[in-house]
């Protein structure tokens, strides 16, 4: 039986971004939440929690985007100008997050809060740029021939807006559940106070980015409410019900884990969503994955070179997240 190559492909690369996704996720939700914590301590706790995984979380977006430009040319040439100013605006955010990181640890006493608001914007500013491109990606770009023809600004729009304020908002739930299981104490009290209003900000958005989603092209409404794509497509709405009850009663049990593992079960399910209105499209509405992909020897070689990495990567991310694993307190470090 022969491999459909272009799908195996996007298997691979929409799984590194979705692993992008949550693990950068709830690091870049650590620095959004970093304005509403005051004392430097609590501070450091929360930059110690993530210290040992948040420069190898982003492995996973090299890998999505390498993936992409090796495997899906077309796709690549033709979303990479229609999103040149949002991936500019990101991978600054990200250096200068990453910078600030580096810094806040070695600054002094008057110069720290500059490099703390830093991360903080940082942060914010990558996960906006994100979002934008999210909602600039379902809603369609503007392609002539094997061309993006559309304008400068074109990603820029009511929805795409909603959907960048959407995102911060769900990285920063992300970020506070992720504090809540590795943190104690006071700040863990003061962390599960400030979830329960970002969690009703999130299920706000995401029920308006719902509601607003089948009203963007009727393909996607057809997707949605048609027979007999309804039968497949009704459990995720009726899952992320559940998981949205389970994250608010965890969060007012005073659970550890379970806000967490609630969390990722809404990103996971979104992600499902999403792939569900989009596929087979690449690039929405004008190139297939099959239109866009490599030819198969092409896909074949570079699968070879990806099997053998791909249980690397996934091996030290494990064995990191595994070490560094249970309680981050102010005096002693990972206990």
Known sequence: MEFDLAFVWAILIAVAILLYVVLDGFDLGVGIL?????????????????APVWDGNETWLILGG????????LAYATLLPAFYAPIIAMLLGLIFRGVAFEYCSKASDENRHWWEWSFAAGSTVAAFCQGIMLGAFIQ???VTGRNYSGGWFDWFTPF??????AVVAAYALLGACWLIMKTEGELQHDLYRVATPIATIVFGFVGLVSLWTPFLDTDIAERWFSWPNI???????ILVLGCWAALFTSIKARHEYYPFLSTLGLFILSYIGFAISMFPYIVPRHFTIWQAA???ESLSFLLYGTVALLPVILGYTAYVYWVFRGKVTKHDGYH
Request: no cysteine.
């Open 66 to 73: 390498g993936g992409l430009f090796a495997a899906f040319p």
């Open 140 to 142: 369609g770009i503007e």
């Open 294 to 296: 490599n030819p198969p």
């Open 160 to 165: 795409s807006a909603t959907v960048g304020l």
């Open 34 to 50: 970093f304005p509403l914590f005051n004392e430097r301590e609590d501070r450091d706790v929360m930059m110690n929690t993530i």
């Open 231 to 237: 039968a497949f497509v009704a459990p995720v709405p």
